[in-house]
C-alpha cells in the first residue's frame, strides 16, 4: 500500500460546479498536510496548509483534514476555467531530525469546461 | 513572500555534458533546500534535502556522484547533473524551507532537462 493514495483522475466539471478533491494515507504520524496547485510545465505552487485535523477555508478553496480515518479533501466553490490544472496532496511529519520531508500523492488533473 | 527562483528555465544539452541548474530563494533564508524530478504524468519524487553548509542527503537510488548539490549559502543550492544521458531527461524542480522548523515547502517554477 504506498504512502498516500490520490486518484489521479482526469476530473472533467462545468464553470461552476463544486470541485471536491481527495487523497487517503496510511502513515499515522502525519500531521501536517497541505494541497499544491501545479498548472502544466509549472512549479507547485501552496495553496491551503492544515496541521492536525479540522477544516480550513481561504476564498473559493475550503479543505478538511479527517485523521481518524486518514482522509483529506479540498473543495473548489464556483470553479472557474482557471482552476484547470493538476492538484497534488502532500504530507509530512516530525521525523525527529526536523526535516519535515513531504509525501505526495500523483496528483488529480482536472478541467473546468466554459 | 516565499518567492523561490530556478535557472534556467530549460536546458537542451549534448549527451555527455553537464548541467548546472540553480535554485534561489529571493526573499527569505532558507537552511533546507529540496530537489524533485518530476516524469510526465507522474508525481514529484525526492531526489535529495540540501542543508546549508553541510553535504546533501539523498534518497536511496539517487546516484551522488551524478546527482552534485551544493548549498553554499541561505539563498542559493545549485544541482548539476553530470555527464547527463538521456534517461536524464526530465522536469528538475527545487523547493526551499524558511527555517528548521517550518513544515510547508515553497517550490520553483522547475527545469525542463532534455538530453540528446
Known amino acids: 500500500q504506498k504512502e498516500v493514495e490520490q486518484d489521479p483522475g482526469p476530473l472533467s466539471v462545468p464553470e461552476g460546479a463544486i470541485v471536491s478533491l481527495n487523497c487517503t494515507y496510511s502513515?499515522?504520524?502525519?500531521?501536517?498536510f497541505m494541497w499544491y496547485r501545479q498548472y502544466s510545465r509549472k512549479g507547485p505552487e501552496l495553496l491551503m496548509y492544515?496541521?492536525?485535523?479540522g477544516n480550513k477555508e481561504d476564498g473559493r478553496f475550503t479543505a478538511q483534514v479527517d485523521k481518524s480515518s486518514k482522509y483529506i479533501s479540498l473543495f473548489i466553490r464556483d470553479s472557474q476555467p482557471s482552476d484547470s490544472a493538476t492538484y497534488l496532496c502532500?504530507?509530512?511529519?516530525?521525523?525527529?531530525?526536523?526535516?519535515?520531508?513531504?509525501?505526495f500523492g500523483k496528483g488529480t488533473k482536472l478541467s473546468v469546461i466554459p | 513572500g516565499a518567492v523561490v527562483s530556478q535557472h534556467p528555465s530549460r536546458v537542451i544539452c549534448k549527451s555527455g555534458t553537464s548541467v548546472k541548474i540553480e535554485c534561489r530563494s529571493l526573499?527569505?533564508?532558507?537552511?533546507?533546500m529540496f530537489w524533485y524530478r518530476q516524469f510526465p504524468k507522474q508525481s514529484l519524487m525526492l531526489m535529495a534535502t540540501?542543508?546549508?553548509?553541510?553535504?546533501?542527503?539523498?534518497e536511496q537510488g539517487v546516484e551522488k556522484d551524478k546527482f552534485l548539490i551544493n548549498h553554499a549559502s541561505l539563498t542559493l543550492s545549485t544541482l548539476t547533473v553530470t555527464s547527463a544521458h538521456p534517461e536524464d531527461s526530465s522536469f528538475y524542480i527545487c523547493?526551499?524551507?524558511?527555517?528548521?522548523?517550518?513544515?510547508?515547502?515553497?517550490f520553483g517554477p522547475g527545469t525542463r532537462l532534455l538530453v540528446l
Open positions: 502532500a504530507m509530512s511529519a516530525n521525523s525527529g531530525a526536523g526535516s519535515y520531508q513531504l509525501t
Open positions: 502513515n499515522s504520524a502525519f500531521q501536517y
Open positions: 492544515t496541521y492536525s485535523s
Open positions: 540540501s542543508n546549508e553548509g553541510s553535504k546533501a542527503t539523498y
Open positions: 526573499d527569505f533564508q532558507a537552511t533546507t
Open positions: 523547493s526551499a524551507r524558511r527555517t528548521p522548523f517550518q513544515e510547508t515547502q515553497y
